[in-house]
């Protein structure tokens, strides 16, 4: 079973303006680390699906001069951008990783390549009774049940974040919660805020082995554990929370 996948970015996030473009390590900007980090993933084709606002052109132009397959499609409605991104490319079956993750561990993208195929499933998540840290976000869906959410979601909240419509009916999709033993939920590097994007670089400066590995950041984390003071005062789904105020 193919696996493809689509990155959503943007330039204009309220929180961190421009952060998919922000310098982490060794001169690459932090959308380049993420994809670079998904190399030695089994995931196919990789698309950066990206607003058609014309304040996310310099975004295309970067992934373009870095030969970056990239979409463009709706600002707002991500989940508009993902079901014509996905009927575009003909994917069947696809894995939704966000633009401020850029410490995506290729391993963990591979088990839940490998739990979805063998789950029979249309949603897999790990963002859901979660266990993996925060920053290691992996969905995977079908294209079916990507066009039932596209046709039927309707809450401003379902529209922007792309898969709340599978997990608010779970009586339509058969959900599997991809999870592992040992729970890491407490640590966080996502970059959502300043102090998120200073601490991925900090991360970034003490480990060298590319790719990074969580098993690394866990280590570092645990046995430095100033660092997680940098950003342990922020509100997890920041985001989210406020699309359901909004609803």
């Not at 079901?83 to 993750?101: L, P």
């Not at 991360?203 to 950041?217: G, N, Y």
Request: proline residues 4%; aromatic residues 10%.
């Amino acid at each position: 079973m193919e696996i493809n996948c689509i990155i959503q970015a943007r330039m204009d996030s309220k929180r961190l303006p421009g952060k998919v473009l922000l310098d982490l390590t060794d001169g690459k900007k932090t959308i380049e680390f993420l994809i670079e980090q998904l190399e030695t993933s089994n995931l196919q084709q990789k698309i950066v699906a990206i607003p058609d606002d014309n304040g996310d052109d310099i975004l295309f132009n970067f992934l373009n001069n870095l030969k970056i397959s990239c979409y463009r499609g709706s600002k707002l409605d991500v989940l508009d951008r993902y079901y014509h991104c996905a009927k575009k490319f003909s994917f069947n079956h696809i894995m939704r990783i966000t633009g401020d993750n850029p410490l995506i561990d290729p391993k963990i993208v591979n088990n839940a390549i490998e739990e979805y195929c063998h789950s029979n499933c249309d949603y897999l998540t790990n963002s859901i009774d979660r266990t993996f840290p925060n920053g290691t976000e992996v969905e995977i869906f079908s294209f079916n049940a990507l066009e039932i959410a596209w046709k039927f979601a309707k809450k401003k909240s379902e529209r922007e974040h792309v898969t709340p419509y599978f997990y608010n009916n779970p009586k339509k999709f058969k959900i599997h919660y991809f999870k592992q033993q040992q729970n890491h939920s407490k640590f966080r590097y996502t970059i959502d805020r300043k102090e998120d994007y200073d601490l991925v670089v900090e991360i970034l400066s003490r480990i060298k082995k590319r790719p990074i590995k969580t098993s690394d950041i866990i280590e570092l984390l645990t046995n430095v554990p100033d660092l997680v003071k940098l950003n342990s005062h922020i509100i997890p789904n920041e985001g989210y929370i406020k699309s359901i105020n909004e609803d």
